[in-house]
Nanobody, 115 residues
Framework: QVQLVESGGGLVQPGGSLRLSCAAS????????MGWYRQSPGKQRELVAV???????DYIDSVKGRFTISRDNAKNAVYLQMNNLKPEDTAVYYC?????????WGQGTQVTVSS
């Protein structure tokens, strides 16, 4: 059974930091492209950052220089370090794993940036 379990969300003030974690099980983790998506009320889910099996990564423009995605294949985990958080980063963040036609999602973790 495949499971992606996110953790690390919470309430933080603008300018603060959070580190999201996603623990994967039931997949051959190193071959998967892993991504972090987010969705806020009334908006479509958007891809925030992706890291491939090669280790290369990409980000949407609005988080470049503030967010860092990383993976630890030994721990079957992917992380999203979020610095200098802004109110517009408020959303439910989802972990996603993709390989060929297989795509799996976590249940999401809420990130709220507010003073």
């Amino acid at each position: 059974q495949v499971q992606l379990v996110e953790s690390g969300g919470g309430l933080v003030q603008p300018g603060g930091s959070l580190r999201l974690s996603c623990a994967a099980s039931g997949i051959i983790f190193p071959i998967y492209t892993m991504g972090w998506y987010r969705q806020s009320p009334g908006k479509q889910r958007e891809l925030v950052a992706v890291i491939r099996s090669s280790g290369s990564s990409d980000y949407i423009d609005s988080v470049k220089g503030r967010f860092t995605i990383s993976r630890d294949n030994a721990k079957n985990a992917v992380y999203l370090q979020m610095n200098n958080l802004k109110p517009e980063d408020t959303a439910v963040y989802y972990c996603n794993g993709v390989f060929a036609s297989q795509s799996y999602w976590g249940q999401g973790t809420q990130v709220t940036v507010s003073s």
